[in-house]
């Protein structure tokens, strides 16, 4: 586990909890949150009246990113269902 990881799970209690039961989901949902985060800057930026092209470009390059993440999260899910919590 990286520094980062371990610093962020000691941040946050959820995250925590959720590296205990299985640490690739806890990755997946650190990411996701940081593509939240991301959007929602860029968004904010769009509404104080900044206007790059490049804002949607990365609008449209993280939703693209938040997909395959939530799929990826969900394929884990799954695959926790089915083969209960240890990591393969």
Known sequence: MDDELEN?????PLLKKIAE???RLAEL?????????????????????LEYPEIDE?????D?????VVA???ARF???????????
């Open 72 to 74: 990826a999260l969900n």
């Open 29 to 49: 949902v650190l990411l996701e949150s940081r593509i939240i985060a991301m959007q929602t800057l860029l968004q904010r930026a769009k509404r104080n009246g």
């Open 21 to 23: 039961r299985d640490i």
């Open 78 to 88: 799954k695959w926790l269902q089915d083969n209960g919590t240890e990591i393969p």
């Open 64 to 68: 693209g990113g938040s997909k395959q």
């Open 58 to 62: 990365y609008l449209l390059l993280m």
């Open 8 to 12: 962020e799970l000691r941040a946050d």
